[in-house]
């Protein structure tokens, strides 16, 4: 029957179109897998970009550095959207408060990445130097990430394995410390200490971590050992040695760091890849909310149309010697409503109505051009401003600090360094014959002084503070709150306070809270 | 004879003159609607022959019957009635003629000239065959529960598309409409069972999943919707079945009936409502009082004189014009029957650049080419252009842009150059410069086709093989300029989707003695195709060339990509009655993913019992109560709504550029994991129902209580931050929907020129979660990152997407904000936060009345909603000083502000050290309202007294008035997050700038040839 025999064959071809056992078998076509992966050279550096994406996104906002607010060099707008830098800078920061957010996320996101190299990328079918160049840039950014923590949080939990653990425990300061050693330590037997294509040399800068940057990195994780709260004085040595190589390597002509002759350039866009920078991490304006440094419109007042972010600190600006550095770090004038109706009368940052001083680090002329403060700035909210983690200039106040400590008495290598910092910052040269703890205390103000407001900085004025245990005096300092005679007949006193009903509780008090998803996650991350 | 020529012979002709003069004093009178009777001239029949009776057929509310049968009763001799509901039929006077029409009640009547037959309206709809899955069932035989909508419902009432007409007229289905033209709409029936994926419920038009959803369909083209609501009706869908089904019947040609008909609807639309703000001289007075001196005397003075300043909701509204064309060509005999139309709309809205255009047509053919053979052929094609505006939660929303852009800063420099805001939204580009040169735009082309070949093996027994095409293509353009923005960009982007179904169907229909049976087979096989690219740029070398040259962006940045998945299924029904009294409906489906990876299968059954009350003999005893029906059902559906690949644990691209202008491409294991053995979400859902009518049947009830329990619900589980965060899919949570819909329908006076019908829906759902496995809470995204947290949390014991806020304690002596201090900290913390209340009303009800005096029609149809709140983030940012817009515009803020009002509600705007915070009940509003949503008048002339055609004019008015204590612009508005941002019914609830309600005029006229 005709009838039949139409229906069976419509049947028939429904049926074998669709019965093939793969019909219901997914073919993610254009995509890859993680069991297939580490196949060639090409997909080993692939990882490595991907690694590095995820190292740009630790600094891409301010909100994972926002820790830097407890620091005496910088507070911020009572009012405003400023909750979260407000907060951490009064020292009450809440569970759900970005910079602890912001900050956790981001590295461990880093360190995911990293872990997945490290365990990994060993099978890839390519030379043992590449796999070192790989592997090394994984551990140093695990390591740099684990620092972040660390300092940011204390006891932490660490992830070496890449694994999924609800339970998972918190590794002790000392213990993710010893991590961190052993990774750098990695770090400085397998990277070289050049890079000749892009995008591991960009613009005469190694952009990719070499052996001399990972020496900078350890040298700075020592002098954090060697104070709160491990207080293992013994690594200053560690860290006196690590500089002097480096020194001695940029005399040789072996490493290629350098010391900006005028301040003025150390952070402007045309010089954004100094060699002054030992460490950087990169940024691109073009790629606006995804791979921007979000730092341009921070420093620049509310009032004249910035975001305000960062305001300079009274009293740190106050004691903040004259000279080129204080002149390109904060605005020395302030161009009235940043000229925005074509006005030119420069006023003190006293006339302004912030009444802070303002930095102007960030800042930026009209298309990303340096700053010059009596031009109106750029409203530019990003840009391509690299992250300037370690600075030659650091290198040496560290030398000079980590010298002295483990000698007892600065050399004249010591002496040398710092007034080399002094010297482009426009001071005399220290007196010759200074006793240790004065001669230490000049270290300390001078790196305080070379990364005033610089939230990006490996090490933070916050950071220095920390390591010795002098956070509790900043504390005390903005609760009682002394007026300041800023200048003869202006006196002003901070307007972020600390709310009476918080106290000093020590570490709590210095560590971020746990963030409160993981914290309800894990019932083991609590202090 | 052509039924549709002129002839001068029939009766009641009426004189045009009076009721054309009424008809347009009417039209501006809308108002005072009976204060005006036209005179009508009826004129006595003239001529009739002796041997043909004539006369005309009307439903009850006076509208005329098209294609109604007219039968001289025992013979063959019969005819049916033409698109005026006319019929003149040869037979003496006297004898016996059987009027019937489907769905109506069939009446005996003995011929007399002149005859004016109206056929009782639904008062038998129980033989009105409803369309369920894969098969019809008339209504007497339903079990389920399944809603029909008829387009009588919304006959005249202007809408421009199909998921407007649900809102309110159909218990159990909740309509959020962006409001935008052509914009997003969020359709749930019987809540929510979901929490990370949608909630939409599945289309289905004539039998083939529509994954575009209603888009590109003319209202005009449906016949009617059925809501498939319960398990024992949605079950069939199976995996796709758990958020309801939408089911669309279009029109289709009808035998003997030959129409050409033409429609237009012209209109206009204005907001209805605006925020009151501080005029550009108010701003500055208080602006100078925060920041003493910014604006001098004669900055004051051209303020104050106009000269200076803009009022930023004016400057970016327009009044919006619609214009909607159709035509319809109909045609057929018993064996071919054609339905032919085409439509263009065209519709501007109230705020600048909001554009959206449908250009559609439909072919749709059927025929019995042989005894055994029937074939349908239907193709429906549409091309839909929109301009994009931004309207979601987020502060590029141009409404948000607007009500915080300070009035004291002008359009436009005297370079041409768009202002800045330097006083408030300092981060924001100039609104009527985004409106004016940025923007993007969507292209939809949709076509749907689909083949019927009905086989009628035996008598009963037919075989259906259905296979159709859902295609869809968008393109999505967009561009920016540096004389608004910071940066010039462009972006082209390509998607297209293919599904493809094939459906076959065996049923066989029959029936002994008191017992019939109805059953079911079906194979059915689905496949969908996605494959899209993309490509867009920054800082073009010339702007000239807007989004049509990417070889001049100095960066690029390009995607491309592909995605498929594939559903086999197998279902099973059996329908069975017995002596019209007792009724059983089971269903089983089985479902084949290619979406999970391990647990493909999925089985789903259901079970419906229904007992015809109503046809027992004791019932037929008394006369109070007819047609009452028992209903009880249950069953399991599923849902599959995961995106293809997301088990597998893929790679993720992540592209550096090294402080460069192009990335380097790069890969990592991403935040998923693979999840081989995820599988179903299932809903188990219970319903008991309850139909009856009273009064004669002219007072028709119908009530059901539903539960649906979501059971391992798709959830995405958060894996720990400190192991790299992220999520992945589980089958964890438990979601538990319940409430009761009803429907009452009354025939309040059915008279020969006055009916009044009027129906009433309404709605009560409770959302609970009650389990999210070990996961603490899903948190909601935020609206604006750094500027406002999370505003809304899932947790177990509250509805999905309940509020989570701060509790606002008002303004302490020295007139700062103070929040409560749950947990004791001291300072405002985390955990002071808690749960204030939902997005979605408890209560919801639509009531439509259709009124007809003669030739004239009213319909009034009214909604209300109780029980919902909206987080007013527009009044927060207006209100408060902080990044984004950091002082106030809105009036109250400064007039009701600490040290101007003797209870205050706001901080002086000299205040410093205060704590704005968004995430708080002072901004948390309730959202109840009661609305006239539709008021419709139409009159209509007839051919008789057109002498060429008859036509229809209609008036309407839409948001006549809303009653609601909310002061946003749209107490039922919401702005739609982006769907990467996740779930709309987790972010629910917040206006950040909804598209503004607006009030709409339409002039509608329809003329049948």
Not at chain 2, 54 to 81: C, H, M, R, W, Y
Request: glycine share 8%; with cysteine.
């Amino acid at each position: 029957m005709k009838l039949l025999s139409i229906l069976f064959s419509a049947l028939l071809l429904t049926v074998t179109m669709t019965s093939c056992s793969d019909f219901l078998t997914e073919k993610p076509k254009g995509k890859l897998t993680p069991d297939n992966y580490f196949t060639s050279q090409e997909e080993l550096d692939m990882a490595v970009y991907a690694l590095y994406s995820k190292v740009c996104a630790t600094q891409a906002s301010s909100y994972p550095m926002l820790i830097a607010w407890q620091g005496d060099d910088i507070t911020t707008n009572p009012g405003s959207n400023k909750q979260n830098f407000a907060d951490i800078d009064a020292f009450h920061p809440s569970d759900g408060n970005n910079g602890a957010v912001w900050a956790w996320r981001t590295s461990y996101v880093v360190i995911k990445v990293a872990n997945d190299i490290i365990n990994r990328a060993g099978k890839t079918p390519t030379t043992e130097e590449e796999k070192n160049i790989a592997i090394g840039q994984a551990r140093y950014w695990r390591a740099v990430n684990y620092f972040f923590l660390v300092k940011r949080f204390g006891s932490v939990p660490m992830n070496l394995v890449g694994d999924i653990d609800y339970n998972r425990p918190l590794a002790s300061v000392e213990e993710v410390y010893a991590q961190i050693v052993a990774d750098l330590n990695a770090c400085i037997t397998m990277l070289p200490t050049k890079y000749t294509d892009e995008p591991r040399f960009i613009s005469g800068a190694n952009i990719y971590v070499t052996k001399q940057a990972a020496q900078a990195t350890l040298a700075a994780v020592d002098m954090a050992m060697a104070g709160w709260p491990l207080q293992k004085a013994e690594r200053y040595a560690d860290a006196a040695a690590l500089t002097k190589a480096i020194i001695d390597g940029v005399q040789a002509g072996t490493y290629e760091y350098i010391l900006e002759s005028d301040f003025k350039n150390v952070y402007a866009p045309s010089h954004n890849y100094t060699n002054e920078t030992v460490v950087g991490i990169n940024f691109s304006g073009t790629f606006k909310w995804d791979e921007d440094s979000e730092l341009s419109k921070s420093n620049l007042f509310e009032s004249l149309g910035g975001w305000g972010d960062g305001w300079g600190e009274l009293l740190f600006w106050k004691d903040f010697p004259s000279g080129p550095r204080k002149d390109a770090i904060y605005n020395p004038k302030i161009l009235k409503n940043n000229g925005r109706k074509g006005e030119t009368e420069l006023l003190d940052w006293w006339e302004v109505e912030e009444r802070h001083p303002m930095f102007s680090i960030f800042t930026v002329g009209p298309d990303n051009v340096d700053y010059d403060y009596t031009k109106p700035a750029g409203y530019v909210s990003s840009n391509s401003h690299r992250h300037r983690l370690i600075r030659y200039s650091e290198v040496l106040l560290w030398y000079a600090e980590a010298q002295c400590r483990a000698e007892g008495a600065p050399n004249t290598l010591a002496y040398q360094c710092i007034n080399r910092v002094r010297q482009r910052a426009g001071l005399s040269p220290l007196p010759a014959g200074m006793n240790a703890s004065d001669f230490i205390e000049a270290c300390i103000q001078e790196h305080g002084w070379e990364v005033a407001g610089y939230i990006p900085a490996l090490v933070t004025r916050r950071d220095d503070l920390m390591r010795l245990n002098r956070l509790e005096q900043v504390f005390y300092q903005r609760k009682q709150n002394t007026p300041i005679t800023v200048v003869p007949n202006v006196t002003l006193k901070e307007t972020l306070l600390i709310p009476d009903n918080v106290t000093w509780q020590g570490e709590k008090t210095i560590y971020l809270p746990y963030p409160a998803l993981d914290k309800q996650l894990n019932r083991q991350l609590k202090r | 004879m052509d039924r549709l020529s002129y002839n001068p012979k029939q009766e009641n002709r009426r004189s045009p003159h009076f009721p054309l003069r009424g008809m347009l004093i009417c039209c501006a009178l809308l108002g005072i609607l009976f204060a005006f009777q036209p005179i009508y001239a009826q004129q006595q029949p003239t001529n009739t022959t002796a041997k043909s009776v004539s006369g005309v057929v009307k439903d009850a509310s006076g509208e005329p019957l098209i294609g109604a049968t007219i039968q001289q009763k025992g013979t063959a001799n019969k005819t049916i009635t033409d698109t005026n509901g006319r019929f003149t039929l040869n037979v003496p006077p006297g004898a016996p003629l059987v009027i019937s029409y489907i769905g109506l009640h069939e009446q005996e009547l003995k011929a007399t000239p002149n005859m004016e037959i109206m056929l009782g309206d639904d008062v038998n709809a129980l033989d009105e065959v409803v369309v369920v899955g894969y098969g019809t069932v008339k209504k007497a035989d339903l079990a389920g529960s399944v809603s029909v909508l008829d387009s009588k419902a919304f006959k005249d009432q202007p809408l421009t598309r199909i998921d407007d007409a649900l809102q309110g007229r159909i218990a159990g289905v909740h309509v959020v409409s962006s409001g935008i033209p052509g914009g997003d709409m969020k359709i749930r029936i019987r809540g929510a069972g979901s929490i990370n994926r949608s909630n939409d419920p599945l289309y289905v038009v004539d039998g083939i999943v529509r994954e575009s959803g209603l888009t590109g369909l003319d209202p005009e083209d449906i016949q009617s919707i059925q809501v498939l609501k319960d398990a024992s009706a949605t079950a069939i869908y199976g995996s796709r079945g758990s958020n309801g089904v939408v089911l669309v019947t279009m029109k289709s040609g009808k035998a003997d009936v030959k129409q050409i008909s033409f429609d237009a609807q012209f209109g206009f639309a204005d907001m209805a409502k605006h925020y009151s703000l501080l005029d550009a001289y108010e701003f500055a007075t208080a602006y100078n009082e925060a920041h003493p001196g910014t604006f001098n005397q004669t900055d004051l003075t051209a303020f104050q004189n106009g000269e200076k300043g803009t009022n930023w909701q004016k400057a970016i509204s327009q009044t919006g014009f619609i214009q909607n064309y159709k035509v319809t060509l109909t045609n057929g005999n018993k064996d071919t029957q054609y339905y032919l139309s085409g439509n263009y709309l065209g519709q501007t809205g109230a705020v600048k650049r909001s554009k959206n255009e449908r250009y559609q047509v439909k072919l749709n053919l059927t025929s019995n080419i042989a005894k055994w053979l029937n074939i349908t052929a239907d193709i429906n094609a549409s091309h839909n252009v929109r301009n994009t505006v931004n309207f979601g939660a987020s502060k590029n929303n141009i409404l948000w842009v607007a009500l915080n852009y300070s009035p004291v800063t002008n359009i436009m420099d005297e370079n041409g150059k768009y202002c800045r805001d330097f006083y408030n939204a300092i981060t924001a580009d100039n609104p009527v410069g985004t409106l004016n040169i940025n923007g993007g735009q969507y292209r939809k082309d949709i076509f749907n086709g689909r083949i019927d070949l009905r086989f009628n093996i035996l008598p009963g027994l037919s075989f259906t093989t259905t296979n159709g095409v859902d295609y869809n293509d968008t393109k999505y353009y967009s561009f920016s300029s540096k004389r608004v923005s910071e940066q010039s960009r462009l972006s082209n982007r390509d998607g297209q989707r293919m599904t493809l179904q094939s459906t076959n169907n065996l049923t066989y229909i029959g029936q002994w003695g008191q017992h019939s049976l109805t059953a079911t087979g079906v194979f059915e096989a689905t496949q969908s195709e996605y494959r899209m690219m993309g490509i867009s740029g920054e800082g073009l070398l010339t702007e000239s060339v807007g989004w049509w040259n990417i070889g001049l962006a100095k960066t690029k940045t390009e995607s491309n990509g592909y995605e498929s998945w594939a559903l086999l299924s197998g279902v099973g029904r059996l329908m069975y009655n017995y002596d019209n009294r007792y009724l059983l409906t089971t269903t089983f489906r089985a479902d084949g993913s290619s979406k999970f990876f391990k647990n493909k299968w999925g089985y789903f059954p259901s079970i419906a019992l229904a007992w015809s009350l109503g046809n027992e003999k004791f019932m037929q005893k008394q006369d109070i109560i007819q047609d009452a029906k028992l209903r009880l059902s249950y069953g399991l559906v599923g849902s599959q709504a995961i995106s293809p690949y997301e088990t597998l644990g893929l790679m993720k691209q992540e592209g550096y550029a090294f402080g460069g202008t192009t990335k380097y491409t790069g890969f990592w294991t991403g935040t998923s994991r693979a999840t081989p053995d995820l599988t179903w979400e299932k809903t188990h859902q219970f319903n008991v129902g309850l139909d009856f009518s009273t009064l004669a049947h002219r007072l028709r009830f119908s009530i059901d209580y539903f539960k649906k329990i979501t059971k391992d619900g798709l959830l995405k589980k958060t894996l720990p931050q400190y192991d790299g965060g992220g999520d992945y899919w589980v089958n964890a949570c438990e979601v538990v929907n319940s409430g009761v819909d009803f429907n009452i329908d009354a025939t309040l006076l059915s008279q020969k020129d006055f009916s009044w019908n009027t129906s009433l829906t309404g709605t009560y759902l409770k959302n609970k979660v009650t389990s999210l496995d070990n996961i603490p809470f899903v948190q909601g995204q935020s609206p604006s990152t750094g500027l406002i947290g999370d505003v809304t949390r899932v947790v177990v014991g509250q509805p999905i997407g309940a509020f989570y806020l701060y509790q606002w304690t008002g303004l302490d002596a020295t007139g700062h904000d103070t929040y409560a201090d749950l947990d004791g900290s001291g300072t405002v913390s985390e955990g002071d936060r808690t749960f204030c209340g939902k997005a979605n009303p408890t209560f919801t009800f639509g009531w439509n009345n259709r009124v007809s005096w003669r030739h004239w029609d009213l319909n009034l149809f009214f909604t209300a909603a109780f029980g919902a709140k909206r987080l007013n983030l527009m009044r927060y940012f207006a209100a408060s000083m902080n990044g984004a817009s950091k002082f106030i515009t809105l009036k109250d803020a400064y007039y009701q502000s600490f040290g101007k009002t003797d209870s205050p509600m706001f901080p002086a705007v000299t205040v410093t050290n205060n704590y704005y915070q968004g995430a708080s009940t002072k901004w948390l509003e309730k959202a109840d309202y009661f609305r006239l949503d539709n008021i419709t008048l139409s009159y209509c002339f007839t051919k008789q007294q057109t002498r060429f055609t008859d036509i229809h004019l209609s008036l309407s008015c839409q948001n006549v008035f809303t009653i609601t204590g909310y002061k946003g612009l749209d107490p039922s508005g919401i702005s739609f997050m982006d769907s990467s941002q996740g779930s709309i019914d987790v972010n629910d609830g917040i206006d950040m700038g909804a598209y503004p309600l607006t009030r709409t005029f339409t002039l509608g006229i329809k003329m049948n040839f």
